[in-house]
């Protein structure tokens, strides 16, 4: 276990939504084995059972949720250090209205409310004291998926995720600062139910993003496609730039519609 990992993430306690997905799964065992607590977010209602390679069982909380009812976590998230955004649908060529409500609600709009729950939650006993240099702060991660900037033939899997990365982009200019970090995973195809051929195993990528939040990166991207590592940080800039000279933090009430 490398050393620089457990000491960033020993003792805090870890909730990662879609807990119970490939990705989410080995998330949990790599937050284990650096000695994090852990609450699994998931909309099954199935137990989750995960066990080490040795096969000693993970301990962790399970507590169920559904997009909708993310206020539910309300009181959750006053006893979390790290929150894990992570649940996510494919669509796939799917192009009806139906399809169309459900990738934005769940790609998007959910992650966005857990974001400003998580973002508005009171902190309780956790091991981070944010903003007295006694500790880390607290952190959201968001994989929102190289999909933002390049196809993933999927039409609205791309657009749910375009508009997620926007809506972070422009809350991360009022939510982040000293008691509150954003981080951005930003993930290649790797394996998992909504993409079985994916070309990484998941356990690759969740030991990488957590390598590489260790090192305090803030975007952390892993893709086999060398464009993504070149294309996104700039996109990321332009667009933050883009969103601080035309938004500001609170504006006049809007008109009234005809």
Same mark, same amino acid.
């Given at each position: ?110 992650? #966005? =409310?857990?974001?400003? @729950? ?6 309780? !006993? %956790? ?5 007295? /240099?006694? $500790? ?43 008691? #509150? =970090?954003?981080?951005? @995973? ?6 998992? !139910? %909504? ?5 990484? /195993?998941? $356990? ?55």
């Amino acid at each position: 276990m490398d050393p620089r990992r457990s000491r960033a993430f020993a003792g805090r306690r870890v909730a990662i939504t879609g807990a119970s997905g490939s990705l989410g799964v080995e998330l949990l065992r790599c937050f284990h084995g650096c000695g994090a607590s852990l609450v699994a977010l998931t909309t099954r209602a199935e137990p989750l059972e995960l066990a080490t390679p040795n096969g000693a069982p993970i301990p962790l909380e399970q507590v169920s949720w559904s997009c909708g009812h993310e206020s539910d976590l309300s009181e959750l998230f006053s006893r979390i250090d790290i929150l894990v955004v992570n649940h996510g649908v494919n669509v796939h060529g799917d192009r009806s209205a139906g399809a169309l409500e459900r990738s934005l609600e769940v790609n998007a709009l959910s992650s #966005l =409310r857990l974001l400003e @729950l998580f973002a508005a939650a009171q902190p309780g !006993n %956790l091991s981070a004291q944010p903003g007295k /240099g006694m $500790g880390p702060c607290r952190e959201v991660w968001i994989n929102t998926s190289e999909a933002e900037i390049l196809p993933a033939v999927s039409p609205l899997y791309e657009i749910s995720k375009r508009l997620v990365g926007q809506l972070v982009s422009l809350r991360s200019l009022d939510l982040a600062g000293p008691e #509150l =970090r954003i981080r951005r @995973l930003v993930l290649g195809p790797f394996r998992s !139910n %909504l993409n079985p051929i994916g070309l990484l /195993g998941a $356990g690759f990528v969740a030991q990488a993003v957590l390598r590489l939040a260790a090192w305090d990166w803030g975007l952390i991207i892993v893709t086999p496609n060398p464009l993504t590592y070149v294309l996104f940080p700039l996109a990321v800039l332009v667009r933050w730039t883009y969103l601080g000279l035309f938004s500001r933090p609170s504006c006049q009430a809007p008109d009234s519609v005809a």
